[in-house]
């Protein structure tokens, strides 16, 4: 995303720069349009009200995080024109600085928003860019249903907390795939992820099956390559729902998911136990490595910079096919792109897609259909593709 300090007359601000307007027609301008204002790959932001600075924060890996709007002269009015790349989708907040104060906030004049575990941030939409339309309730899909377990893990020593999802229709003399996914509980909330089930499994674009959201307590430390989370998944939670409900239970019918440290355990664990998970979906995954010296992420990355090394060093097929997602605005790219032919090498089959985003809910939301349906084809893709 690239500022544009000498955009095009056509832009619609440009009339108000030209000369300095009456508040009348900075009424009217705030009034037509609606902003951040996307006008083929030029976005402008716009912020009114009394501030010393007003400065865009946005999370682009590369470029930097903060700039600065202009004030048209003699109004309080401040904008901003951004290059942003065609079907991008940029999460960001807005900064406004009065004397020695300094607040971050959302844009006040966009509604849309996306929330994750930190708060919300305001979202703008590059031109091309639609929110899928498999997110949203579908009336005519049957819904799904959440179910708490609870169980005592000897991995951890202590009680567990995963929420089942079961298929609308679910019965007990059908078999189902099983996708333990890391992190469930976000996915259900910032992610739209039991829409997503229920959609896909009513346009028959997935088969009907059972998903274990986990609840981690201490993630970091769990899902860096920790050996009881491993254990956890494969030796507890997974024999308990194989008990409970009528699984497949075969590696191609069993799948683990996660996002950022949560890929790196999905992996982790899979490389543990090789040939148990034949499905891996595994996005914007944390995989940070070492080829010369000392990484300097913090003590959180000790264990994966550890477990990711050897993964590189002896790499082999730990699943049947792993489905690998990134956004180019992320500071993982580079990582994730360094996995890729080490993931192809070891015979998996493996597919990776880049999106314009960075590291959140939504970019992993957005990217659930073509994983999902391509690790667990429904009937759908078995008949035409």
Not at 107 to 117: G, K, L, Q, S, W
Not at 196 to 201: A, P, R
Not at 309 to 316: E, L, V
């Amino acid at each position: 995303m690239r500022t544009k300090k000498n955009f095009q007359p056509e832009l619609a601000i440009q009339k108000l720069v030209a000369a300095p307007p009456a508040p009348e027609a900075v009424d009217a301008f705030l009034a037509d349009h609606v902003f951040p204002l996307v006008e083929g790959s030029n976005v402008t932001f716009v912020f009114r009200g009394r501030a010393d600075g007003v400065f865009l924060h946005q999370w682009i890996y590369g470029v930097p995080s903060r700039q600065p709007y202009l004030r048209v002269p003699e109004t309080d009015l401040w904008y901003l024109v951004q290059e942003v790349p065609a079907k991008s989708r940029i999460e960001y907040k807005v900064e406004v600085q009065e004397e020695e104060k300094h607040s971050l906030i959302r844009d006040p004049h966009n509604p849309e928003i996306a929330r994750d575990p930190f708060g919300a941030n305001s979202v703008v939409r590059g031109h091309g860019y639609e929110v899928p339309d498999w997110v949203d309730v579908d009336p005519e899909a049957r819904q799904g249903t959440l179910k708490d377990l609870f169980l005592e893990s000897e991995a951890f020593g202590g009680q567990r907390r995963v929420t089942v999802y079961l298929p609308a229709r679910f019965r007990t003399t059908r078999r189902y795939p099983l996708l333990v996914a890391h992190d469930g509980g976000d996915y259900l909330r910032f992610s739209s992820f039991k829409n997503v089930l229920d959609n896909l499994i009513h346009r028959l674009e997935i088969p009907p099956m059972i998903v274990a959201l986990t609840h981690p307590e201490h993630r970091l430390n769990e899902y860096g390559d920790d050996p009881r989370h491993a254990r956890y998944l494969t030796e507890e939670l997974v024999p308990l729902l194989e008990k409970n409900f009528p699984l497949a239970g075969t590696p191609e019918s069993r799948g683990l998911l996660g996002a950022s440290f949560g890929g790196v355990a999905a992996l982790s664990t899979a490389w543990r136990y090789p040939g148990f998970y034949g499905r891996l979906l595994l996005q914007s995954g944390s995989f940070a490595f070492t080829d010369i010296g000392e990484h300097e992420k913090g003590p959180a990355f000790d264990s994966v910079v550890e477990f990711v090394n050897a993964f590189r060093a002896s790499s082999s097929a730990v699943a049947e096919r792993t489905y690998l997602t990134c956004g180019v605005y992320e500071s993982l790219i580079y990582e994730n792109r360094s996995l890729l032919p080490i993931l192809q090498n070891t015979g998996m089959d493996v597919r990776y897609v880049e999106t314009r985003d960075g590291h959140n809910w939504e970019n992993w939301r957005d990217t659930f259909r073509e994983g999902l349906s391509w690790l667990f084809p429904g009937p759908l893709w078995m008949v035409y593709e």
